[in-house]
């Protein structure tokens, strides 16, 4: 019995460390530890054994049951790691010479127009600042000349959380930030997601995009504010375009200016996208409230600066002829493929 076992054991090991496969074990486990195994069938037979060799046979056919059993396992996971190592050799193969793919999707317009904004004005020396979404009331009204209690507030409704912070109304929220952190000069745009909540329409939604941009050095004037818009328009249109500024209100910056460009699809002559009137309105501005520039730190005496708060996705709107801001956000496929972004 005790060679019968020497052999069962030299059989089933050989055979675990030849086999190749999950399957091939788990027929080597059926074959020696199943229900019929070569060694279940031993330890079954113990009860017809006299009692001394029952004791014997028993205490090293349970000890070849363990070996085997142990042998099982680690036979598998050396097999699995195997697997594992074959599927990452395979997947991180790359065969260079396999042709190209069609290239499957696009970049979203606002992305593209953002990227098309940041480089031009990146390459005017500003630069590219990121704002939180999440935002405090201090850094989205107060930090911004709007205290509380101020009528302006009404003119952003937004989404409260529980904590007292709310969903960002304006890029303008990461002004006072970028002024800690960078102090005068300083050249910088801000562009980021932004939420209202107000009755939606064509050119309305309860999320859209801004790019925020502020300049701030010695003698700093509209001229400056006039030129670099002029020159990104132009930039982002492929055209030289007009502008001209009408006053506007904005607690932040005095004075203040509403940005209008002589309409781009009819050249000022009156078309149905200007409302007949030849200007279309694009963008606030204006020069940095000397209280704002206070509070982040920088000598209103000293330094003056310019801000504007360009509607990202309006200007997209613009530039692919989009009638309706909403469609931006519908995930609508088909709106990209009519407008052949590629
Ligand atoms: C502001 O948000 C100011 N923070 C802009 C500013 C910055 C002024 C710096 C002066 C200096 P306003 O609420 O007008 O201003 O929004 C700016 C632009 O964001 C708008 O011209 C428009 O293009 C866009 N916008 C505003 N609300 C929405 C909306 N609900 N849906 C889509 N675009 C919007």
């Given at each position: 019995m005790n060679e019968k076992m020497q052999e069962i054991k030299k059989e089933a090991l050989q055979m675990l460390e030849q086999a190749k496969s999950l399957q091939e074990v788990e027929q080597i486990r059926i074959a020696?530890?199943?229900?019929?195994?070569k060694i279940s069938l031993i330890l079954k037979d113990l009860k017809n054994l006299e009692v001394e060799e029952r004791k014997n046979v028993g205490k090293i056919a349970n000890a070849l049951k363990q070996e085997i059993e142990e042998k099982i396992e680690s036979k598998k996971e050396e097999l699995q790691e195997q697997m594992l190592e074959e599927e990452i050799k395979q997947q991180s193969f790359?065969?260079?010479t396999v042709p190209v793919k069609k290239t499957i999707g696009s970049l979203h317009p606002i992305t593209i127009v953002q990227k098309e904004l940041e480089e031009i004005f990146a390459s005017m020396g500003f630069t590219i600042e990121d704002g939180n979404e999440v935002e405090t009331e201090y850094n989205n009204f107060e930090a911004v000349n709007v205290p509380k209690y101020h009528p302006a507030r009404d003119m952003q409704d937004t989404f409260w959380l529980e904590n007292g912070q709310l969903l960002k109304t304006q890029t303008s929220a990461a002004q006072n930030k970028i002024m800690l952190k960078y102090g005068a000069p300083l050249k910088a745009i801000f562009p980021g997601r932004c939420f209202r909540n107000e009755a939606l329409d064509a050119s309305h939604e309860n999320t859209f995009f801004q790019m925020e941009g502020m300049m701030i050095d010695k003698e700093v004037s509209i001229s400056n504010l006039i030129y670099f818009m002029k020159t990104l328009l132009s930039e982002v249109f492929k055209k030289e375009v007009d502008v001209r500024l009408r006053p506007g209100y904005f607690p932040f910056v005095e004075p203040g200016f509403e940005l209008d460009i002589k309409c781009i699809y009819c050249g000022g002559t009156g078309c149905k996208v200007c409302k007949h009137g030849g200007w279309i309105e694009l963008c606030p501005c204006g020069m940095i409230h000397p209280n704002v520039l206070k509070m982040g730190k920088i000598d209103p005496d000293e330094y003056s600066g310019f801000a504007f708060g360009l509607g990202l996705s309006r200007l997209a709107m613009m530039k692919y002829g989009i009638n309706d801001l909403r469609l931006l956000n519908s995930g609508d496929i088909r709106v990209l493929k009519q407008m052949n972004i590629k």
């Amino acid at each position: 019995m005790n060679e019968k076992m020497q052999e069962i054991k030299k059989e089933a090991l050989q055979m675990l460390e030849q086999a190749k496969s999950l399957q091939e074990v788990e027929q080597i486990r059926i074959a020696y530890l199943g229900k019929k195994g070569k060694i279940s069938l031993i330890l079954k037979d113990l009860k017809n054994l006299e009692v001394e060799e029952r004791k014997n046979v028993g205490k090293i056919a349970n000890a070849l049951k363990q070996e085997i059993e142990e042998k099982i396992e680690s036979k598998k996971e050396e097999l699995q790691e195997q697997m594992l190592e074959e599927e990452i050799k395979q997947q991180s193969f790359i065969d260079l010479t396999v042709p190209v793919k069609k290239t499957i999707g696009s970049l979203h317009p606002i992305t593209i127009v953002q990227k098309e904004l940041e480089e031009i004005f990146a390459s005017m020396g500003f630069t590219i600042e990121d704002g939180n979404e999440v935002e405090t009331e201090y850094n989205n009204f107060e930090a911004v000349n709007v205290p509380k209690y101020h009528p302006a507030r009404d003119m952003q409704d937004t989404f409260w959380l529980e904590n007292g912070q709310l969903l960002k109304t304006q890029t303008s929220a990461a002004q006072n930030k970028i002024m800690l952190k960078y102090g005068a000069p300083l050249k910088a745009i801000f562009p980021g997601r932004c939420f209202r909540n107000e009755a939606l329409d064509a050119s309305h939604e309860n999320t859209f995009f801004q790019m925020e941009g502020m300049m701030i050095d010695k003698e700093v004037s509209i001229s400056n504010l006039i030129y670099f818009m002029k020159t990104l328009l132009s930039e982002v249109f492929k055209k030289e375009v007009d502008v001209r500024l009408r006053p506007g209100y904005f607690p932040f910056v005095e004075p203040g200016f509403e940005l209008d460009i002589k309409c781009i699809y009819c050249g000022g002559t009156g078309c149905k996208v200007c409302k007949h009137g030849g200007w279309i309105e694009l963008c606030p501005c204006g020069m940095i409230h000397p209280n704002v520039l206070k509070m982040g730190k920088i000598d209103p005496d000293e330094y003056s600066g310019f801000a504007f708060g360009l509607g990202l996705s309006r200007l997209a709107m613009m530039k692919y002829g989009i009638n309706d801001l909403r469609l931006l956000n519908s995930g609508d496929i088909r709106v990209l493929k009519q407008m052949n972004i590629k």
